[in-house]
């Protein structure tokens, strides 16, 4: 059952927008290697405010996806498309369906 998640939340920066937009898309075939990574979405939430939500069943599957390819995708890429450093929160889920 997953319990754990991670919320990602990133601004981008002026014009960038749709290099954004794709490189979040192009993340799923990344993530589509990580086993203990249960869900993962790419988000738009307005015109430029961009996320990532994943789930997890343990503690090792997060810390497995935090220092996968994605994240490292998206750390040598954010200075290039981010306004601002993604903001990541970790989550502890109280109910799912």
Do not use: Q
């Amino acid at each position: 059952m997953v319990k754990l998640a991670l919320l990602v939340r990133m601004e981008a920066k002026p014009g960038k927008e749709d290099d954004v937009e794709e490189f979040l898309k192009s993340g799923l075939s990344l993530v589509m290697d990580e086993p203990l990574t249960a869900s993962w979405y790419a988000l738009k939430i307005g015109p430029s405010t961009f996320g990532i939500f994943d789930t997890f069943e343990a503690e090792e599957g997060r810390d497995a996806h935090l220092s996968g390819k994605v994240a490292e995708a998206l750390m040598e890429n954010a200075a290039a498309l981010l306004s601002s450093a993604p903001v990541i929160e970790k989550i502890e889920l109280l109910a799912v369906k």
